[in-house]
């Protein structure tokens, strides 16, 4: 598992540009190129690294599809800014889950709904979504019939 927790910057006119921020920033186009062996999933714990020009939906790549180019099977990110105490909660939830074995789409499907039940506030929890693989199979593949 890779966690990123920091800032990005998003370029809705040229997705590829869109950055995680260290001290260079590492483009969208250069996840893609990039091989995570081994890399079961990503948790992007940034603002809007699902995020996406709403008038171009299909083709539309971010940061987080650009890990899912690089074979990354399932990435968790956000689809706004969110506050970065308040996506703490999640993000440690989330891991506490995550560790115990759950798969991400459930772990962050239990965080969730444990934030309903706490009276959080949505715009926090709602802004994280998983993307890729939502199941594991056990190498079993899903029946097409």
Avoid at 128 to 138: A, P, R
């Amino acid at each position: 598992m890779i966690q990123f927790s920091g800032h990005a910057t998003i370029d809705r006119a040229e997705p590829w540009k869109s950055a995680l921020l260290f001290d260079v920033p590492l483009t969208a186009r250069e996840v893609a190129t990039i091989r995570f062996p081994g890399t079961s999933v990503v948790v992007l714990d940034a603002c809007s690294t699902l995020a996406f020009d709403r008038e171009r939906v299909e083709g539309t790549s971010t940061i987080a599809t650009s890990f899912l180019q690089a074979g990354v099977p399932t990435v968790i990110g956000t689809l706004w800014d969110v506050d970065d105490a308040a996506a703490a909660a999640v993000i440690v939830k989330l891991h506490e889950r995550l560790a115990r074995g759950m798969p991400p789409a459930a772990a962050l499907r239990d965080v969730q709904r444990l934030l309903i039940r706490e009276g959080r506030d949505r715009t926090t929890w709602s802004a994280f979504v998983v993307m890729g693989k939502l199941v594991e199979t056990n190498g079993i593949e899903p029946s097409t019939s």
